[in-house]
Nanobody, 126 residues
Framework: QVQLVESGGGLVQAGGSLRLSCAAS????????LGWFRQAPGKEREFVAM????????HYADPVKGRFTIARDNAKNMIYLQMKNLKPEDTAVYYC???????????????????WGQGTQVTVSS
């Protein structure tokens, strides 16, 4: 079983930057696709970005393309989400997520992920 722990959330002004980190552990973590989802109050959890194992392709939701960058450090079992030019609509709880089996057609479906972190709050003020 894979465990995920996020860190790095906080309060930032619009136009600012934040970097989220996720520490992954577990016997099979090196074979997991890892990514990020977010959930704003009153809204459903939505896909943000992911790195797919083993091809290491990166995928982004349209609202964050060009502003967010996902990266993975396999030696440290860490993934990162660098967020730039943040907007108030980026305000949400951000969750690290892991999937043992996933296809390119389902990367944005929360139900395909079997490991979740506890979430970290990101608040962007206008």
């Amino acid at each position: 079983q894979v465990q995920l722990v996020e860190s790095g959330g906080g309060l930032v002004q619009a136009g600012g930057s934040l970097r989220l980190s996720c520490a992954a552990s577990g016997r099979t973590v090196e074979r997991y696709s890892l990514g990020w989802f977010r959930q704003a109050p009153g809204k459903e959890r939505e896909f943000v970005a992911m790195i797919r194992w083993p091809v290491s392709t990166t995928h982004y939701a349209d609202p964050v393309k060009g502003r967010f960058t996902i990266a993975r450090d396999n030696a440290k079992n860490m993934i990162y989400l660098q967020m730039k030019n943040l907007k108030p609509e980026d305000t949400a709880v951000y969750y690290c997520a892991g999937a043992g089996l996933i296809t390119s057609a389902t990367i944005d479906l929360a139900g395909q992920y079997d490991a979740w972190g506890q979430g970290t709050q990101v608040t962007v003020s206008s």
